[in-house]
């Protein structure tokens, strides 16, 4: 069966500096990934997805995702975190029939100044 | 588009009342999920419809919970009667099949406390 592990459940980075929020996914078949990002009392946006076109992702606010099939992986970076970051980020993974998504239990980003 | 619109935004009530949860999805999308969130148990799906058809009602924790899909654009999460441990933040999205990327589209959410 397809599920993610978000492999930090806490992530503290100062701003101005890298971000790398970590996810390996299994999954029997080729994949659809995608990153979400909550912020505090909001609902989820999507900010990247990946659907077996290229291997490197970009999304919205500068985050981009690189799909790693050796590794397993889809691991979300950007180059230079800002204040406004600070969020919650799940991996997610859709099942191979129909339109189910699974969701990784999260990752909090914290971005200090 | 006005994206996915759900109606309370907060609801507080008493223990023992029905509570109904609604959702307006993005127009032309063809596929409704219902989430609930809660700091113990993370996002859980509870249903989804597809062409407004139930599909998977796996995740409905019990009888006290069920949805509708009346039409298109419309749908409901009801909580009868409702307990304190219903209190979490219920989420509805909609996707567009056949778009060939499965991204689901969340709305605010509601927010509800059940005294």
């Known amino acids: 069966a397809q599920s993610v592990t978000q492999l930090d459940s806490h ?23 995608f990153w979400y990002v909550q912020h505090p009392n909001k609902g989820l946006q999507l900010l990247l997805k990946y659907t077996s076109a290229a291997t490197l992702v970009k999304g919205i606010n500068g985050f981009e995702a690189e799909f790693k099939k050796s590794e397993t992986s889809f691991h979300l970076t950007k ?8 969020a919650e980020y799940f991996c997610v993974v859709r099942l191979e029939y129909g339109n189910k998504l699974v969701f990784g239990a999260g990752t909090i980003l914290r971005v200090k100044s | ?33 219902w989430y609930r969130q809660t700091m113990m148990r993370g996002l859980e799906l509870l249903i989804y419809f597809n062409n407004n058809v139930p599909i998977d009602d796996s995740g409905m924790p019990e009888d006290r919970f069920s949805a509708k899909m009346p039409n298109a654009s419309f749908s409901t999460l009801k909580i009868q009667p409702s307990e304190p441990r219903d209190s979490a933040v219920y989420f509805c ?19 509800l406390t059940v005294t």
């Open chain 2, 93 to 111: 999205a909609s996707s567009l099949s056949g778009a060939g990327t499965y991204e689901q589209y969340f709305g605010p959410g509601t927010r």
């Open chain 2, 1 to 33: 588009d006005a994206g996915v619109i759900q109606s309370p935004r907060h609801e507080v009530t008493e223990m023992g009342q029905e509570v109904t949860l609604r959702c307006k999805p993005i127009s032309g999308h063809d596929y409704l999920f």
């Open chain 1, 79 to 86: 180059p230079s975190a800002h204040m406004s970051d600070a």
């Open chain 1, 11 to 33: 992530v503290s980075v100062s701003e101005g500096t890298p971000v790398l929020l970590r996810c390996n996914y299994s999954s029997s078949y080729s994949p659809s990934l």
